[in-house]
């Protein structure tokens, strides 16, 4: 039997999405993207999951990347449709109506590191190194890279790590703001489950608006934001979890 190239388990309410190709350090094909969306979208179906981790088998790698064999040979218009279907990828991730998190094992480089930047939350062990070295291979990141890494920690440190393709490691990817928590390599995945069960004990319904609300208006104007944010939080008041979290409150206080 030829083994899965993405894994799907689901513990209690927390769906473990990974990466699987630990020989090709879990790099990205066509056949892991088709896949990838699959399963994020039996995350997104499946009522007991409520928050979704995003993660690579082997002790070495996250993903290194997009896979370079299968580019090798593309010309414009067939990797242009390759990225168009990575962008599909990120577009799932980023508009998921479930927190998701990369569980950073390892090497996160290239589409890898890009798939992780869609992600909402990002964990990841002592050992992880991250880097865009597109540019060591005569392209440049095509699954929004050089969009979202500027976004996160500011353009002139973005533009140093795509133009040199030099990598850094999970300290340094703490201090710039990419990696919300770093643990030792034995623990990254107790810890992000810890993290992930904290998150899923919440509203579905609030965590959903949360991140459509900072999703789509960190991307517009302060004043849609703000009136989309009031969309969002209006919503809320047709919920079971406002009406039970409110009258909690307020039982409390008497
Ligand atoms: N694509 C295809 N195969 C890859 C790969 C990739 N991105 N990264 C690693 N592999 C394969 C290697 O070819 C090797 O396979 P074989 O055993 O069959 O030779 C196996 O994984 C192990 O890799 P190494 O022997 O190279 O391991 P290492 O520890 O010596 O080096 C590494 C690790 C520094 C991560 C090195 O593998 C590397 O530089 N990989 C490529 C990283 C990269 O350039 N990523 C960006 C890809 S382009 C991209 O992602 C475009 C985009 O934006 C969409």
């Known amino acids: 039997m030829t083994e899965q190239v993405v894994l799907y388990e689901k513990k209690e309410n927390i769906a473990i999405i990974t990466f699987n190709r630990p020989g090709a350090l879990n790099a990205l094909n066509t056949e892991v993207n088709l896949k990838l969306i699959e399963l994020l979208l039996t995350a997104e179906n499946d009522e007991e999951v409520k928050v979704v981790i995003l993660t690579g088998s082997g002790n070495k790698a996250f993903v290194a990347g997009a896979d370079i064999k299968e580019m090798m040979t593309m010309n414009s218009m067939q990797a242009r449709a390759h990225a168009l279907k990575a962008k599909r990828v990120t577009d799932t991730i980023w508009n998921l109506g479930k927190p998701v ?97 904290k998150i899923a004990s919440k509203s579905p319904h609030s965590l959903k608006l949360i991140k459509a609300a900072m999703n789509r208006g960190t991307e517009t104007d302060l004043e849609t934001a703000a009136l989309f944010e009031i969309d969002c939080f209006s919503l809320c008041f047709s919920t079971q979890e406002q009406k039970d979290g409110m009258k909690k409150f307020a039982e409390k206080s008497k």
């Open 101 to 197: 998190i990369a569980a950073i094992n390892g090497f996160c480089l290239g589409g890898g590191m890009e798939y992780a930047l869609a992600c909402d939350l990002r964990t990841a062990s002592e050992n992880a190194k991250f880097g865009l070295p597109e540019v060591n291979l005569g392209i440049l990141p095509g699954s929004a890279g050089t969009q979202r890494l500027p976004r996160l920690i500011g353009l002139a440190r973005a533009k140093e790590y795509c133009f040199t393709g030099g990598m850094f490691d999970a300290k340094q990817a703490c201090e710039l703001g990419i990696v919300n928590h770093v643990y030792p390599a034995e623990s990254l995945m107790n810890e992000t489950m810890m993290l992930a069960q």
